[in-house]
């Protein structure tokens, strides 16, 4: 790496972030703006291949080996499954919380495990979570206590050979970082597997050789049943390297325009990632967010999203990114053979209400090829000025939006929408007004960039009213933002 880190295996921490998040959590620090450099824009760089991790051995199932402890759930209710946030300018709910009585205590689980030896000395057990109507499943594991060399390895019945496996030490060091940033209670200890496309969830853990079986002391009392079917490209279904060609659900309007289809803005879209994060209540919900530059070009993995997403360490140590997200073709129904997951969570470094922006930095580093936005913190935008967006609307495909700056406004905290907006002028607003002349934003463009020449000047807050003419889209203003606080990051000098 080109930046400073140390390392914990699998994952990329920054120097000093229980500092960072300690100035960021509790307003301390540097006054704003005091000690800020002259570096106030900056251009776009592409990481090469030669920046990224080595690629990962893919984990090999262990078969009739296991023995594998089944907990089918009670037929949850239709109407307890309709989506809750379809208002522009929210986070988009995907799923939400659902108790699991079978494996809610640490000695229910430990029951539950049924442990056989391994033919190298270790042992294994699984847990197999069905949840009947779900298109895709967290579980939430508490942790009491988890030997850092143990093996949790997660797949569902149906695609028994796609394993996603994380190590017992990159789970507690997620978890540590929970801690530091002042959580609490199941908060600051539930690991959040990765969802592998399907209604089932097993974990399965492996314990090292000489390791006592009650040294694990883990309980599973929640999962997130996603009850929305976006053809989400889970990290599973890329382990076995996109092999069939499945359609994406084409879920956004149709006034959206597919990003796949215009030359203009090649390099910025691959700045861009759809996310998905879990909140502490169990509830499942989709963003957007842009990986941006820094003043020493070092590809450190820093990506801005919207307050209204991400706020707290909790959900930021639940973060999965998908890059590439596109349309194979123009109009394609089918992602680009570049998609690729990371799910290795992030820390948050700053976040703010006031403009609805969260800054953080990924755990794990980006695939090959992403771009790190440039971005413009020098002047506010100017009513005229030509911009656009890119984004995921409603989960889709990568979709742009076309359209002027028509004006400024602030907001309160618990508005989504443009009506809840005061106007005001350039000086002492935190918001742009925008209209699209072209495209359109929905739930799931929340935390999306707006850029103009091609730099990030804001980040989608909300709006009323999809492919109107007359809708106008509020934007949380970057300058105002980097000025507050975050040139402490961007533009700072060691």
Known sequence: ???????VPGLLWATGVAGILALAGCGGGDKAGVGKPVVDFKDPIVMPKAVTQ?????????GAMVQTHFVVLPELDAEKAIASAEA??????????????????VAQTQS?????????????????IQSSGAFGLRAGVLVDSLPDGARLRIYSQAHPNAIVERRGNEVNALLALNRKAGETGSAANTWWTPDVGAGDATLEVVLPVGTATDALRISVPTVSHIYRNLSLPTEAEFAEAMQEEVA???????????ASCTSDYQTTRDAVARMMYTHSDGKTYLCTGTLLNNNKDDFTPYFLTANHCISTQAAASTLVTTWFYRARSCNATVPSLDAMVRSDGATLLYATPTTDSALLQLNQVPPAGVTFAGWDARSSGEVGDAVYGLHHPNGDLLKYSMGAVTGYSNCGSSASNAPGCNNGDASNTAYYHVRFSQGSAEGGSSGSGLFRNNRLIATFRGGHGVCLASTIYTYGRFDKVFNN?????LAGHD
């Open 248 to 258: 994406a659900v084409k879920n956004s309007a149709s006034c959206n325009l597919d």
């Open 54 to 62: 080595s690629a990962s051995v893919r984990p090999e199932p262990l």
């Open 88 to 105: 522009v300018g929210t986070a988009l709910q995907i799923g939400l919380q659902r108790a699991v009585a079978a494996t809610s205590t």
């Open 1 to 7: 790496m080109r930046y400073p880190t140390y390392t």
């Open 112 to 128: 539950a495990l049924q442990w056989r030896s391994l033919p190298k000395g270790e042992q294994v057990a699984a847990i197999n």
């Open 485 to 489: 606080r975050i040139w402490h990051w």
